[in-house]
Nanobody
Framework: VQFVESGGGLVQPGGSLRLSCAAS????????MSWHRQAPGKERELVAS????????SYRESVKGRFTISRDNFRNTVYLQMNNLKPDDTAVYYC???????WGQGTRVTVSS
């Protein structure tokens, strides 16, 4: 099971980023996928998840209305569109399939003016 996250970077408050995660090593289309993040000095937390067929999504309260999770089951890729970014969103972002205990290297998002 492997994940390759990309799309992070430095952005000003109010800006946007789109994260991508290419997954391999399992049947992507049949698995729920999730995005997590870990801020400096804090524990890793769940940000959003999306069901296998893409119809059901869930978000942590602090990102509702700003972040959108989506997936492309043909490309084995899950996305996280992040709008109106805030300094508190600064973290390393990881994707994961809950059924497996595996993590990628993550992609760093820094929100700062």
């Amino acid at each position: 099971v492997q994940f390759v996250e990309s799309g992070g970077g430095l952005v000003q408050p109010g800006g946007s980023l789109r994260l991508s995660c290419a997954a391999s090593g399992f049947t992507f289309s049949s698995q729920t996928m999730s995005w997590h993040r870990q801020a400096p000095g804090k524990e890793r937390e769940l940000v959003a998840s999306i069901a296998s067929a893409g119809g059901r999504t869930s978000y942590r309260e602090s990102v509702k209305g700003r972040f959108t999770i989506s997936r492309d089951n043909f490309r084995n890729t899950v996305y996280l569109q992040m709008n109106n970014l805030k300094p508190d969103d600064t973290a390393v972002y990881y994707c994961k399939v809950p059924a497996y205990d595996a993590w990628g290297q993550g992609t760093r998002v820094t929100v700062s003016s």
